[in-house]
């Protein structure tokens, strides 16, 4: 096992069965019931399941898609249960555990095994010579964390990662504290998902969110569901789906998998559905490009659209083009045009992977929509192209006027529950000036004015010794990051590293050289503050702001909330010459105070937080305005790259070579790993398995059942190698591999990132195959028997 690895954790069930029955429905119940009974959850904590994303109770933890009806007593899904299971569990890490259990001890479990612990109860500082965490009081808790801070040269060799389940309240504040304390150190979990929508929007219709909301999908007669798995990731879209698809909207799925969710949806909330062994049909339509192929295939649509309009003008026809909105709205549109034009049909087949005949049935279900919205997820965010590749889509969008008006928009679909409103309340290592003239305004301090390291730069300057401490607020960076290795090396040079956690999590384990787990409340639980409960708010992926208010005893007596974490942490550090940190920790309403004063939309946040469901925050471009320099809305021409790193590895390696997309299982939410089933993918009990096409493996000379190691294939010398994963025959495209992460993060290089954001390239890895060595070592010895 490589000093990378952790062990593999399969269970005696471990089976592959394919799985025939539409996403949801009764399987769905039993996994929250078997869920429920696992973490064994008090009856009093299974009852606020009828609170979750309620108006008078709390937000759902996981992900980030919308709410509709607040007072629906349904409106929860599998894996929202999951994460508030999780977070309710009644099994405790006290003190005692870690007096057991030293940590290179609990290095050897698995990350299944690290959550099934429960929740951590107390403070804890690293001892070395014991190799275990112990007992810590908060006040010399936070006084380490200060002594380290103030004895920086430059505050630029501290780093401050924030995780997407962290509130408004706690991130505005984090982000108030690390300023003053002056850096922009800012590496957060969307730098590695939708870094590409918040860097590639803000170019075309100037800002970097969607433009639609949930009453747009009631009035939208096409759907283009890009790169996703609604079913796994966000399954309460599933709901909305299948409202459209019973309505007779055409919904087209583009995703090199065919995912159970968006074949057939067995809705709890419908008896007839559950009634029905086939549910509802979702999708009318699968367009399945290879890994990484969508730049082609959408640039190949929008040709089709080109052509056709030009078809249309020629024969005296009504435009196919919305020549309307493009002259009022838009710049741009011109040289677009004639580079579409350019394009070669052979260049965009082959890039994308699919027959002619699939790009042109895609155009022709396009331009016959008449409100359209395009959705879209990390399968079209973790390329090397992924900022052109989401420019290009909205160009796609603009063509027909398919944006700010009612049923159309573009609707990226964010993971975690509030990493869209922590990037709006100032988690950006790329502040703009306006919002730090505002800031400091606001707060009479100089804000730090030079752009911070995002998540792979705070890697290499930790492997470089130039940021020396290392503080979480949420998450579990050294495992949701790329190139495994190197981000433990990087996290072991520091001289501190520092976790807000709820759970014990690898990245605990991979420290520091001092180090600090510091619990914390969860979203479930109630936040009480000088006996007046707190609630805090999030903004999910539609831009929709509301209040949530726990509902659940703490887990432990000793567990701070986040906001009173940093609270303290500011105070230790920066002393109360500026903010009254302790009051803002008593007291949240001031902190909404604060992000009303200094963020554009949050005029009487207070007030207009006490509206059931909350508020929607202005998006300019819903209501055509454009927030870019020609204050219009602007295409963008790119061209096909044809020199990229696969490309280059293909010259080499021929059709040995594979490109490998990291994916979730069924029973995971980001890094934390739920249970061993991939129900809907048939995989059952184990985790280190890779998905590959039948004739690739005959071509390769391998076979379903057999173990291969994965080996990464980048030209820096640096050996990437993961072991032992079963093949599993499926049907993906040629020449494409699937397989879980964090599994295969290791495979992942540091410098692979996208251009123009930074995001590892995790859906896009060229690699080489082999015959497992430990499976071979084992025949060579059974032969020698």
Not at 707 to 733: C, H, K, M, N, Q
């Amino acid at each position: 096992m490589k000093n990378h690895e952790v062990r593999a954790e399969s269970s005696p069930e471990a089976r592959i069965e394919p799985y025939k029955h539409p996403a949801a429905g009764w399987g769905a119940l039993k996994y929250v019931a078997l869920n429920l009974l696992k973490e064994k959850v008090a009856g009093g904590n299974y009852r606020t399941l009828l609170k979750q994303n309620q108006p008078d109770g709390f937000d759902c933890p996981g992900c980030a898609w919308p709410d509709r009806e607040h007072a629906s007593t349904f409106e929860f899904c599998e894996n929202g249960v999951k994460a508030v299971a999780a977070e309710a569990t009644g099994k405790r890490v006290t003190p005692a555990f870690f007096a057991e259990h030293s940590v290179a001890e609990l290095m050897t479990q698995s990350d299944f095994e690290l959550e099934q612990h429960g929740r951590l109860t107390d403070p804890l500082v690293y001892d070395a010579l014991r190799d275990r965490y112990v007992p810590i009081g908060w006040d010399e808790a936070f006084e380490l964390i200060a002594s380290h801070l103030k004895r920086l040269d430059d505050p630029d060799r501290a780093a401050f990662y924030t995780s997407g389940r962290a509130s408004n309240e706690a991130a505005f504040l984090y982000q108030l504290f690390v300023r003053m304390y002056g850096t922009n150190n800012f590496p957060d979990c969307s730098n590695m998902c939708h870094e590409a929508t918040s860097r590639g929007l803000p170019h075309t219709v100037g800002i970097g969110k969607g433009t639609v909301t949930l009453d747009d999908f009631e009035h939208a007669d096409t759907l283009l569901i890009f790169g996703q798995n609604p079913a796994t990731n966000h399954p309460r879209m599933l709901g909305e789906l299948r409202e459209c698809a019973k309505r007779g909207a055409t919904i087209v799925s583009i995703n090199p998998l065919k995912e159970r969710g968006l074949e057939r949806f067995a809705s709890p909330q419908h008896a007839l559905d559950m009634l029905s062994p086939n549910g509802t049909k979702i999708s009318s339509v699968f367009i399945r490009p290879k890994v990484g192929g969508d730049f082609a295939l959408i640039k190949g649509v929008a040709k089709r659209v080109i052509e056709l309009d030009d078809e249309a003008l020629a024969s005296g026809l009504a435009r196919v083009l919305d020549v309307d909105f493009i002259a009022e709205h838009t710049v741009g549109f011109d040289a677009f045009a004639d580079d579409l034009r350019a394009e070669r049909w052979d260049t965009i087949v082959a890039e994308a992977g699919v027959p002619l005949d699939d790009v042109l049935k895609l155009a022709d279900i396009y331009v016959k929509g008449r409100a359209v919205i395009s959705t879209w997820g990390m399968g079209l965010t973790q390329h090397k192209n992924s900022v052109a590749t989401v420019q290009l889509l909205s160009n796609l969008m603009m063509m027909r006027g398919n944006i700010g008006r009612r049923g159309a928009g573009l609707c990226p679909v964010r993971g975690h529950s509030n990493v869209q409103g922590d990037r709006t309340v100032g988690i950006e290592e790329k502040p703009t000036q306006a919002f730090l003239d505002k800031l400091g305004a606001t707060y009479d301090f100089e804000p730090p004015r030079e752009h911070g390291l995002d998540v792979v730069n705070t890697i290499q300057a930790m492997l470089d010794g130039k940021v020396k401490v290392f503080i979480g607020l949420g998450g579990n960076f050294s495992i949701a990051t790329p190139d495994t290795p190197r981000t433990w090396d990087a996290m072991r040079a520091c001289d501190l590293t520092v976790h807000v956690t709820t759970k014990l999590n690898r990245s605990h384990l991979v420290h520091g050289r001092d180090a600090l787990i510091l619990p914390t409340l969860g979203r479930t639980e109630i936040d009480l503050q000088n006996g007046v409960a707190q609630g805090v708010s999030v903004e999910d992926s539609m831009s929709m702001v509301h209040i949530s208010y726990g509902m659940n005893k703490p887990a432990s007596d000793n567990l701070l909330s986040e906001v009173a974490i940093v609270a303290r942490m500011a105070q230790a550090t920066l002393g109360s010459g500026k903010v009254d940190w302790l009051a803002h920790a008593a007291n949240y309403a001031l902190i909404r105070d604060g992000i009303a004063k200094v963020i554009d939309g949050f005029d009487d946040y207070n007030e207009r937080l006490k509206k059931p469901g909350g508020f929607h925050l202005g998006v300019a471009s819903r209501d055509r305005v454009w927030k870019t320099p020609s204050g219009k809305a602007q295409f963008i021409a790119h061209a096909i790259a044809l020199d990229t790193p696969i490309h280059l590895a293909r010259q080499q390696y021929g059709e040995r070579l594979m490109t490998l997309m990291t994916t979730r299982s069924h029973d995971q939410y980001n890094t934390t790993i739920y249970g061993l089933d991939d129900r809907y993918r048939g995989v059952y009990g184990q985790r280190r398995v890779l998905f590959a096409n039948p004739d690739d493996l005959a071509m390769l000379g391998f076979a379903a059942g057999q173990r291969v190691d994965i080996t990464s294939v980048w030209a820096d010398g640096v050996e990437r190698r993961v072991d032992g994963f079963l093949l599993v025959e499926y049907d993906i495209p040629r020449g494409c591999l699937g397989a879980y992460y964090p599994e295969t993060n290791p495979l992942v290089p540091l410098s692979s990132v996208a251009d123009g954001a930074g995001t590892p390239t995790s859906k896009s890895i060229p690699v080489l195959l082999t015959a497992s060595a430990v499976e071979a070592a084992t025949a060579a010895v059974a032969v020698a028997l």
